[in-house]
């Protein structure tokens, strides 16, 4: 494949990711949750960027280890959204949409475009979901 082509592929990802991470992020914006458009959309582009520079810097190695990698560092990212209030467990959603969102990067990364879309909407789905009565996050908004 030329050179350009190749190129254009990565810019592809790269946008795909930044943009699929921004609608789970304005999805917790629109709720007013602390993490938002932004931080979501930057943890997809970064995860796609590993991704891509995992496969096309680094041809012939091990690119499952990136992607391990990846899951572990947006980990400590997620434990770090996760708060214990007053008897509560607070921040679970937030965690998790820290999580799908690096996910969704690295399908974007990958080239899994079908599967980073479907994930997307999923996520977008449930995070609109109204939360059940015998929810474990409470507080204000801002808290959570």
Same mark, same amino acid.
């Given at each position: 494949?030329?050179?350009?082509?190749?190129?254009?592929?990565?810019?592809?990802?790269?946008?795909?990711?930044?943009?699929? /991470?921004?609608?789970? &992020?304005?999805?917790?914006?629109?709720?007013?949750?602390?993490?938002?458009?932004?931080?979501?959309?930057?943890?997809?582009?970064?995860?796609?960027?590993?991704?891509?520079?995992?496969?096309?810097?680094?041809? /012939?190695?091990? #690119?499952?280890?990136?992607?391990?990698?990846?899951? #572990? &560092?947006? /980990?400590?990212?997620?434990? &770090?959204?996760? @708060?214990?209030?007053?008897?509560?467990?607070?921040?679970?959603?937030?965690?998790?949409?820290?999580?799908?969102?690096?996910?969704?990067?690295?399908?974007? &990364?990958?080239? @899994?475009?079908?599967?980073?879309?479907?994930?997307?909407?999923?996520?977008?789905?449930?995070?609109?979901?109204?939360?059940?009565?015998?929810?474990?996050?409470?507080? #204000?908004?801002?808290?959570?």
């Amino acid at each position: 494949m030329e050179w350009w082509l190749v190129q254009a592929e990565t810019v592809a990802r790269l946008l795909v990711a930044a943009v699929l /991470g921004a609608a789970v &992020g304005w999805e917790r914006e629109r709720a007013e949750k602390p993490v938002q458009l932004r931080d979501l959309l930057l943890v997809s582009l970064g995860a796609a960027l590993f991704t891509v520079v995992s496969l096309q810097g680094f041809p /012939g190695s091990d #690119t499952g280890r990136v992607a391990a990698q990846v899951v #572990t &560092g947006v /980990g400590f990212l997620g434990a &770090g959204a996760i @708060l214990r209030l007053q008897g509560t467990v607070v921040g679970l959603t937030t965690a998790a949409s820290i999580w799908v969102s690096a996910a969704i990067g690295l399908a974007a &990364g990958a080239g @899994l475009y079908l599967i980073a879309f479907l994930t997307t909407a999923i996520s977008v789905i449930v995070l609109r979901l109204p939360r059940s009565s015998n929810s474990h996050e409470e507080g #204000t908004p801002k808290e959570r």
